[in-house]
């Protein structure tokens, strides 16, 4: 059965996952309008034809609410976002406009056209480092860098929204995502060992990752369109990998054998990682498929074509 066609507006819809996330959303015959800042993402990234406004969240909040007023969505995807956690220890400030007045505006835009669905990317790092793996999402919440704070705020503006105003605010908390055109550990390492140059751990390596390939996080987003659930759900694969090991799936991927850099950790940053997606199966029927090592070829297959 088709799905119904909604309107649909994607906020850093031209990033890394915002671009999978409305490419597929157009393939499905949504109708989709993009708002993003482009600090980080491309046009080009998307495959399809919707419409694209050049707006920050948090500093054109008044144009934002106007683009909401006269697009009228169903569904919003909130993903813009300031998400690197050492750009938030260096700037703070900037970290939490972004973060957590950006995510006001769009809760506020949406009250403006009368309430509706809103999705909200948070992420893993709102958990306390020292939770008991896997993490589950009645595990302590204590975030220990000013991205994890802000994040955590957001998730609690939304709630209070879906409590006080007609908003439905659901918030998927990720674990560490990659995939073609992401820019993350993953990519990183393969972009380095396809060159044939050495990638640096930071640390002793033994550093755990959830990592999640970006189209079970796609399969995820749409799945929490089509539910009136409000609350977090932790969005993941239920798999730790250790940095070492991940450096060797890449050499594996690429066929070459290159030896990693290490270098002094770094602050700000949970030993391990691994979240529980229980929740997830039961209120979005949702679990991820792609293991790391088919990830990761996938991922490795698509460096070469581009």
């Avoid at 799905?3 to 949504?30: M, N, P, W, Y």
């Avoid at 989709?32 to 920050?56: H, P, R």
């Avoid at 529980?276 to 679990?287: N, P, R």
Wanted: proline letters at 3%.
């Amino acid at each position: 059965m088709a799905a119904e066609k909604e309107r649909i507006i994607v906020t850093g819809g031209c990033g890394f996952i915002g671009s999978h996330l409305v490419s597929r959303l157009l393939q499905d015959g949504h109708e989709v309008l993009v708002i993003d800042n482009m600090s980080t993402g491309k046009v080009e990234y998307i495959q399809g034809t919707c419409a694209i406004q050049k707006l920050d969240v948090w500093a054109d909040g008044k144009k934002m609410t106007k683009a909401f007023q006269k697009f009228r969505p169903d569904v919003v995807f909130h993903l813009a976002a300031q998400k690197v956690v050492q750009s938030s220890m260096e700037n703070p400030i900037l970290d939490a406009q972004e973060n957590i007045l950006g995510s006001i505006n769009v809760l506020e835009a949406m009250r403006a056209v009368g309430g509706g669905r809103v999705v909200f990317a948070s992420t893993a790092a709102v958990y306390d480092p020292a939770a008991r793996v896997p993490i589950q999402e009645t595990s302590l919440v204590r975030p220990i860098s000013p991205y994890g704070v802000s994040k955590r705020s957001a998730e609690m503006y939304m709630w209070d929204y879906s409590e006080h105003y007609p908003i439905a605010a659901i918030s998927l908390r990720f674990s560490n995502a990659y995939g073609p055109r992401g820019v993350n550990a993953v990519n990183t390492f393969i972009e380095l060992m396809l060159k044939g140059e050495a990638p640096t751990i930071f640390g002793t390596g033994e550093k755990t990752r959830d990592f999640i390939y970006v189209d079970d996080i796609v399969e995820a987003y749409l799945r929490a369109m089509k539910t009136s659930w409000c609350g977090e759900l932790n969005i993941a694969t239920d798999t730790e990998t250790s940095i070492k090991e991940l450096t060797s799936l890449v050499a594996t991927a690429v066929g070459k054998e290159i030896n990693p850099i290490f270098a002094d950790d770094r602050e700000g940053e949970i030993f391990r990682s691994r979240l529980d997606a229980t929740q997830a199966k039961e209120v979005l029927g949702w679990s991820a498929k792609v293991r790391v090592a088919e990830g990761i070829a996938k991922t490795v297959e698509w460096y070469k074509q581009s």
